[in-house]
């Protein structure tokens, strides 16, 4: 089944600042890759997602770029906010129906201001 | 539209109780997930569904149960509760398997303690 690894698992960065986190999967035929927020005692919100077919996707300050052939995606916020302390945590669907996603161990990012 | 609702909010059980958690979405979504999250971990699956009469197992399923009698309800059943089921946990649904067109959304949570 698909693994996917996420890091780092703490960041601290200054307010302004960019903020990048990192995730690798394992299964080739993975296609739809979901980044999501989780502030503190709230529910997983999904941020921004990108198909295997696109190499990056930008959202305001947010963006994602896939790597398709070295099977990593990452999470770009630039530009950093005290509101952008949270947890995130990136997610990797297979291919040819499969109905899970596989979540990574999450990145507890802290923006200092 | 409520979206993913999830009753109770918070709840503590004594070891060996049994309970229910409930969860309740209204967007006609076929497919619905129960996933836990133990303090500062990430999201592990316990079991899905993808349509009413559907269910299977998840990475985590030992201790719990499911039904998927309606499309709107998927509850989670437990039927001798440990310590370590202590966690948050989340349901969720999508209309069809993830994908852009396709999001998947959680409801709000159940904080769950067993002493």
């Known amino acids: 089944g698909e693994n996917v690894e996420q890091h780092p698992s703490t960041l601290s960065v200054q307010e302004g600042d960019s903020a990048v986190i990192k995730c690798t999967y394992s299964?080739?035929?993975?296609?739809?890759f979901p980044w999501y927020k989780q502030e503190l005692g709230k529910r997983p919100q999904l941020i921004i997602d990108i198909r295997s077919n696109v190499g990056e996707k930008k959202d305001q300050r947010i963006a994602v770029t896939l790597n398709k052939t070295a099977k990593h995606f990452s999470l770009h916020i630039t530009e950093t906010q005290p509101e952008d302390s949270a947890v995130y945590f990136c997610?990797?669907?297979?291919?040819?129906?499969?109905?899970?996603?596989?979540f990574g161990t999450g990145t507890r990012l802290t923006i200092i201001p | 539209n409520a979206g993913v609702t999830q009753t109770p909010k918070f709840r503590i059980l004594k070891i060996g109780q049994s309970m229910t958690l409930q969860c309740t979405q209204d967007m006609n979504h076929n497919y619905m997930y129960w996933y836990r999250q133990d303090p500062g971990m990430g999201l592990k699956l316990i079991y899905y569904?993808?349509?009413?009469?559907?269910?299977d197992k998840g990475e985590v399923p030992n201790g719990y149960n499911v039904s998927r009698s309606t499309t709107e309800d998927f509850p989670l059943r437990l039927e001798l509760a440990a310590p370590s089921q202590t966690s948050v946990y989340f349901c969720a649904s999508s209309p069809m398997p993830p994908g852009p067109s396709e999001r998947q959304f959680f409801g709000p949570g159940t904080r769950l303690t067993v002493l």
């Open positions: 569904s993808v349509g009413a009469g559907i269910t």
């Open positions: 997610a990797a669907l297979a291919n040819f129906g499969n109905e899970k996603l596989t």
């Open positions: 299964d080739s035929a993975s296609n739809y």
